[in-house]
């Protein structure tokens, strides 16, 4: 039976300052979206076909960042726990105790992007097309922290590589849930858009692909995940983050028609 290591939470210690491994996975995440940008950028297509230039990507990812953080958080406190921050409002704003919505910060992305592009005169679905292909990588370095903080852990299952998780409180093993969201929000969604983007597509085209292959993976994923103890099953068997990936589902398979249809 495989154990959960037990990662010490803090990455590195410069005297009073911490640096955690959330944190350092969120900072890898940005900077490969920062540099994977840049690059690509040099080359004329992308650089022609979203109306970016190299020296935009530090203002792309400062609203990017944006997005993330504040949609994420707002994501989390109105999707998971409305009631719980209805009585204690303060402790919304205590990001750093944890608690951040994928689905929240795609929604705060959407709008910080939206702004940017308005501020700068570009076509939102064409600036969204270059984007889409830069966030994987950084979904699995989020997956890889949640795996080394040992959280999110998935169901009680028998499988050879299950695993325990001391965090959730007893000796049973579980999908190691987060490695398979590495896998598949991560990796094999990373591989899919970059071969996707790597022709030119009509007009969201290659955001369509995003939203309906992250939405797939993940509704899969979370057949192994443990939901969340205050949450439990909204609906029999399905969990909340399988019901947020459905209208995601539905607006990548509309996008992706439309741009068939504009092609």
């Not at 719980?84 to 959407?110: C, D, I, K, N, T």
Request: charged share 15%; aromatic share 16%.
């Amino acid at each position: 039976m495989l154990i959960h290591p037990q990662f010490d939470p803090v990455a590195l210690s410069l005297g009073p300052v911490a640096i955690r491994w959330y944190g350092l996975m969120y900072l890898i995440a940005f900077l490969g979206f920062f540099l994977l940008g840049r690059w690509r950028l040099r080359q004329p297509r992308f650089a022609q076909a979203s109306g970016l230039h190299p020296a935009q990507m530090e203002d792309l990812l400062f609203f990017g960042v944006l997005g993330v953080v504040l949609g994420g958080r707002l994501g989390y406190v109105l999707f998971y726990k409305p009631g719980y921050y209805l009585q204690r409002p303060l402790e919304a704003l205590a990001v750093w105790e944890g608690g951040m919505s994928f689905h929240g910060g795609l929604l705060g992305v959407l709008v910080a992007i939206a702004v940017f592009c308005r501020w700068r005169g570009l076509r939102f679905l064409s600036v969204m097309d270059f984007i889409a292909p830069l966030v994987p990588l950084g979904l699995a370095a989020g997956r890889m922290g949640n795996f080394i903080n040992g959280e999110l852990w998935g169901r009680v299952s028998d499988v050879s590589w299950a695993m325990v998780f001391p965090q959730a409180g007893d000796a049973l093993p579980r999908h190691p849930s987060q490695l398979y969201q590495f896998a598949g929000e991560g990796v094999a969604l990373f591989v899919l858009l970059w071969w996707w983007s790597s022709r030119p597509r009509a007009v969201g085209a290659v955001s369509g692909m995003f939203l309906l292959g992250y939405a797939v993976f993940r509704f899969a994923a979370e057949f192994a995940r443990q939901p969340d103890s205050f949450l439990g099953f909204p609906l029999p068997g399905i969990t909340m983050g399988q019901i947020l990936c459905v209208p995601m589902a539905v607006a990548g398979a509309w996008l992706l028609a439309r741009s068939r249809r504009s092609a």
